[in-house]
């Protein structure tokens, strides 16, 4: 059965930054686009970054480009995203999935809190 | 940017009694290998969603086939045709913006704002 399961949340001051990882099981990871997809308390789903299946192309939303980073590494099954200068909007619950458009996976989120 | 609109985002149902949701975009959504990369998830309170319908009609295998969904150009609809009570959640439409997998576009996904379905 095809899985992912997030880590590495937490709460942070503005400004800080965190690292968030997804490990993956049950399929070839290597195949795979991958994208963060998160969701504010209370509120609905905001695609975050996606990084193609090889890692030539990664996508940003507006709202983190140049912050956040998206990166994949096949030989550990990992997926991560390096979050820098956190702001109060980044507080969300963070999903990893597993896909470009077909997002079929998700894992069970990890808790990202940014505040003072 | 696309912009999708679900109605109702509140929907009391009562059980055994069928339900609908509507997902409508500001532009048509055909892509130009002819597929709409338009999907339905389902949020059960407390969990992360789940993809519950792909391209617009197509169930994922753990779906009950009361569950259908509809559609084309800009106006989809998801449809049970029987709710039961484990059918309680979040609904959302999500869009891949043309084009898909290759080139994108900015931005490339979409999510409607959700219909929250419970029990009248």
């Known amino acids: 059965e095809a899985q992912v399961v997030e880590s590495g949340g937490g709460w942070v001051q503005p400004g800080e930054s965190l690292r968030l990882s997804c490990f993956a099981s049950g399929f070839i990871f290597k195949y795979h686009w991958m994208a963060w997809i998160r969701q504010a308390p209370g509120k609905g789903l905001e695609w975050v970054a996606h990084i193609k299946e090889d890692t030539t192309e990664t996508y940003y939303a507006d709202s983190v480009k140049g912050r956040f980073t998206i990166s994949k590494d096949d030989a550990n099954n990992a997926l991560y995203l390096q979050m820098n200068s956190l702001r109060a909007a980044d507080t969300a619950v963070y999903y990893c999935?597993?896909?470009?458009?077909?997002?079929?996976?998700w894992g069970q989120g990890t808790t990202v809190t940014v505040s003072s | 940017d696309v912009v999708l609109t679900q109605s109702p985002l509140s929907l009391p149902v009562t059980l055994g009694q069928p339900a609908s949701i509507s997902c409508r975009s500001s532009q048509s959504l055909v892509y130009r290998d002819g597929n709409i990369y338009l999907n339905w998830f389902q949020q059960r309170p407390g969990q992360s969603p789940r993809r519950l319908i792909y391209k617009v009609s197509n169930r994922d295998s753990w779906v009950p086939d009361r569950f259908s969904g509809s559609g084309s150009g800009t106006d989809f609809t998801l449809k049970i045709s029987s709710v039961e009570a484990e059918d309680v959640g979040v609904y959302y439409c999500m869009v891949c913006i043309t084009p898909c997998n290759g080139l994108m576009q900015w931005p490339p996904f979409t999510f409607g704002p959700g219909t929250k379905l419970d029990i009248k």
């Open positions: 999935v597993r896909g470009g458009w077909e997002l079929d996976v």
